[in-house]
């Protein structure tokens, strides 16, 4: 039983930060993971060389492609983790929360365009 004017355990400025440390990891893990998506595009982006080269960038790109959902689940472990940060009453936080989400959304949507239109 808790005392009489408690928090629920589980709420107030610890576990917001512990919430926001989460959501930045998660952000960070998201970027990073894009990053070297679209390093690994440039990189298999030349059509020249010897036929064995090509046919081992084509390779890479195919695991590329398929990585696809390995992205989308880290996009969604970062989005969950915002949720809680969304529904504090801290106006800062969520219009900081926010616009973290809005340039993972864009660099999401850059990073699957670069993944698809290399595969093709």
Same mark, same amino acid.
């Given at each position: 039983?808790?005392?009489?004017?408690?928090?629920? +355990?589980?709420?107030?400025?610890?576990?917001?930060?512990? $919430?926001? !440390?989460?959501? /930045? *990891?998660?952000?960070?893990? @998201?970027?990073?993971?894009?990053?070297?998506?679209?390093?690994?595009?440039?990189?298999?982006?030349?059509?020249?060389?010897?036929?064995?080269?090509?046919?081992?960038?084509?390779? +890479?790109?195919?695991?590329?492609?398929?990585?696809?959902? $390995?992205? !989308?689940?880290? /996009? *969604?472990?970062?989005?969950? @983790?915002?949720?809680?940060?969304?529904?504090?009453?801290?106006?800062?936080?969520?219009?900081?929360?926010?616009?973290?989400?809005?340039?993972?959304?864009?660099?999401?949507?850059?990073?699957?365009?670069?993944?698809?239109?290399?595969?093709?």
């Amino acid at each position: 039983m808790q005392p009489s004017g408690s928090k629920p +355990e589980g709420s107030g400025p610890a576990m917001t930060q512990q $919430e926001q !440390q989460k959501f /930045v *990891d998660r952000f960070r893990e @998201a970027l990073a993971w894009m990053q070297a998506i679209q390093e690994q595009l440039r990189a298999n982006d030349n059509t020249a060389g010897p036929r064995d080269a090509l046919e081992a960038r084509l390779r +890479e790109t195919e695991k590329i492609y398929h990585s696809k959902d $390995e992205g !989308q689940m880290i /996009v *969604d472990q970062v989005m969950m @983790a915002a949720e809680k940060l969304l529904q504090t009453g801290d106006k800062e936080l969520r219009n900081s929360t926010n616009s973290k989400l809005k340039e993972l959304k864009s660099q999401w949507e850059e990073t699957t365009t670069s993944i698809v239109y290399c595969h093709r």
